[in-house]
């Protein structure tokens, strides 16, 4: 008697049909999700997400001073909101730069760009506290560009776990990982540790510390019973959207030496928990960055109707948003490529015309070069409470 009370106040079940061709065959727009969760791929999607994440501004006076060295420096002049506040706004990668420090405090003292090189500017209690203890910091320039809205890499993951917790039906987040190393910034400066075998075990203990197996979207799962992890993806080997929805996976963009090391004596990354950056030739080929979706354009297709997942840029350097130029914008929309990063998923004031977002109130929409019209104009998940008039600038911009 009660199933029949439930069924009557209900209604008539909803009959839609996940394997058809499409959508509409699929029943509509009420059958959307179903149908999309069970007939897409992981790799079917499109989204918007932020480059270089978690930085904030550089103050005024210590940017000017840069750029009265170097020019190029005016490209460091752009800033994002917290992590959280841009996944709240559709942002569905991010990128995240670390810095190897196992024993801490190595990047406690930066140096100013103001004055002599050798006199340390005066930063907070706090700053020092986070930047003496053990484990990867997340800084874009040490002594010149340090500003974070999470300094230590875990505190970044953190962040990213408990917005995915109080929103599991997100798509897959991608978060890109630049491993730094090199020379000092400055004379004077701290020259960055390297990566050895010991970090590239602890960077992915560390991740999964933070994201438990049922979360993670790694290259075992793709590869499956495959022979290399390209012949994985080659075979539809991407977790369907619906098995991907709430999870994150990690790629790390980095060149062939650091790949190279990070996957030493494991030639399908079998184990690790990043893929990694490198040609569609590779075994361990699955993602690939593709930075230029003007010159790359048709690469950039054919690796994503081959299965293979690409990130490309919108823009760089500040120079698009400035000159007010779209075309860069138009031919990573146009391209394919799953994830397309930006420095301005909210306009700045300064240059209002510019910004990257998906049409009205999408997250995450069907890939164009993938999918075709075979998901009508409708969303693959939508942002909630976001609208037009709420986009202001990123804060410190």
Same mark, same amino acid.
């Given at each position: 008697?009660?199933?029949?009370?439930?069924?009557?106040?209900?209604?008539?079940?909803?009959?839609?049909?996940?394997?058809?061709?499409?959508?509409?065959?699929?029943?509509?727009?009420?059958?959307?999700?179903?149908?999309?969760?069970?007939?897409?791929?992981?790799?079917?999607?499109?989204?918007?997400?932020?480059?270089?994440?978690?930085?904030?501004?550089?103050?005024?006076?210590?940017?000017?001073?840069?750029?009265?060295?170097?020019?190029?420096?005016?490209?460091?002049?752009?800033?994002?909101?917290?992590?959280?506040?841009?996944?709240?706004?559709?942002?569905?990668?991010?990128?995240?730069?670390?810095?190897?420090?196992?024993?801490?405090?190595?990047?406690?003292?930066?140096?100013?760009?103001?004055?002599?090189?050798?006199?340390?500017?005066?930063?907070?209690?706090?700053?020092?506290?986070?930047?003496?203890?053990?484990?990867?910091?997340?800084?874009?320039?040490?002594?010149?560009?340090?500003?974070?809205?999470?300094?230590?890499?875990?505190?970044?993951?953190?962040?990213?776990?408990?917005?995915?917790?109080?929103?599991?039906?997100?798509?897959?987040?991608?978060?890109?990982?630049?491993?730094?190393?090199?020379?000092?910034?400055?004379?004077?400066? *701290?020259?960055?540790?390297?990566?050895? @075998? +010991?970090? /590239?075990?602890? %960077?992915?203990?560390?991740?999964?510390? #933070? =994201?438990? $197996?049922?979360?993670?979207?790694?290259?075992?799962?793709?590869?499956?019973?495959?022979? *290399?992890?390209?012949?994985?993806?080659? @075979? +539809?080997? /991407?977790?369907? %959207?619906?098995?991907?929805?709430?999870? #994150? =996976?990690? $790629?790390?963009?980095?060149?062939?030496?650091?790949?190279?090391?990070?996957?030493?004596?494991?030639?399908?990354?079998?184990?690790?928990?990043?893929?990694?950056?490198?040609?569609?030739?590779?075994?361990?080929?699955?993602?690939?960055?593709?930075?230029?979706?003007?010159?790359?354009?048709?690469?950039?297709?054919?690796?994503?109707?081959?299965?293979?997942?690409?990130?490309?840029?919108?823009?760089?350097?500040?120079?698009?948003?400035?000159?007010?130029?779209?075309?860069?914008?138009?031919?990573?929309?146009?391209?394919?490529?799953?994830?397309?990063?930006?420095?301005?998923?909210?306009?700045?004031?300064?240059?209002?015309?510019?910004?990257?977002?998906?049409?009205?109130?999408?997250?995450?929409?069907?890939?164009?070069?993938?999918?075709?019209?075979?998901?009508?104009?409708?969303?693959?998940?939508?942002?909630?409470?976001?609208?037009?008039?709420?986009?202001?600038?990123?804060?410190?911009?």
């Amino acid at each position: 008697m009660l199933s029949l009370i439930i069924a009557l106040i209900a209604g008539p079940a909803l009959s839609c049909d996940p394997s058809a061709a499409d959508v509409r065959a699929a029943g509509g727009e009420a059958c959307a999700r179903v149908w999309m969760d069970r007939t897409l791929g992981m790799n079917d999607i499109a989204v918007v997400g932020t480059h270089n994440s978690y930085k904030l501004a550089i103050p005024e006076a210590e940017l000017e001073a840069m750029v009265a060295v170097n020019p190029g420096a005016r490209g460091l002049d752009y800033a994002h909101r917290p992590l959280t506040e841009q996944l709240d706004a559709g942002a569905r990668q991010l990128e995240i730069d670390i810095l190897h420090d196992p024993e801490g405090g190595r990047y406690a003292r930066p140096l100013s760009a103001l004055g002599r090189p050798e006199s340390p500017i005066a930063v907070s209690d706090e700053f020092r506290r986070v930047m003496a203890q053990p484990g990867f910091k997340t800084l874009h320039m040490p002594d010149v560009d340090f500003r974070s809205s999470c300094l230590t890499f875990i505190a970044c993951l953190r962040e990213v776990r408990a917005w995915s917790d109080a929103h599991p039906d997100h798509v897959p987040i991608l978060i890109m990982l630049n491993a730094k190393t090199g020379p000092a910034s400055m004379p004077g400066g *701290t020259a960055l540790l390297d990566f050895d @075998a +010991g970090a /590239w075990d602890a %960077l992915d203990a560390e991740i999964r510390s #933070v =994201f438990d $197996a049922d979360r993670l979207i790694t290259p075992d799962q793709v590869r499956g019973g495959h022979a *290399t992890l390209r012949d994985g993806v080659l @075979a +539809g080997g /991407w977790p369907t %959207l619906g098995e991907a929805r709430g999870k #994150v =996976f990690f $790629a790390l963009d980095e060149g062939p030496e650091k790949v190279a090391a990070y996957a030493a004596g494991r030639p399908s990354l079998e184990g690790r928990v990043l893929f990694v950056n490198t040609d569609e030739a590779s075994p361990a080929a699955a993602y690939l960055t593709l930075n230029d979706p003007v010159a790359q354009q048709a690469r950039i297709q054919a690796a994503v109707r081959q299965g293979f997942i690409v990130r490309t840029r919108a823009d760089a350097d500040t120079a698009e948003a400035r000159a007010a130029d779209v075309t860069r914008r138009s031919a990573a929309f146009a391209s394919g490529a799953q994830y397309i990063s930006t420095d301005y998923l909210w306009a700045d004031p300064r240059f209002p015309t510019y910004e990257v977002r998906l049409p009205g109130d999408m997250a995450a929409t069907c890939n164009p070069v993938r999918t075709g019209e075979r998901c009508g104009d409708l969303a693959v998940e939508r942002v909630a409470g976001v609208t037009a008039p709420e986009r202001g600038a990123p804060s410190g911009a």
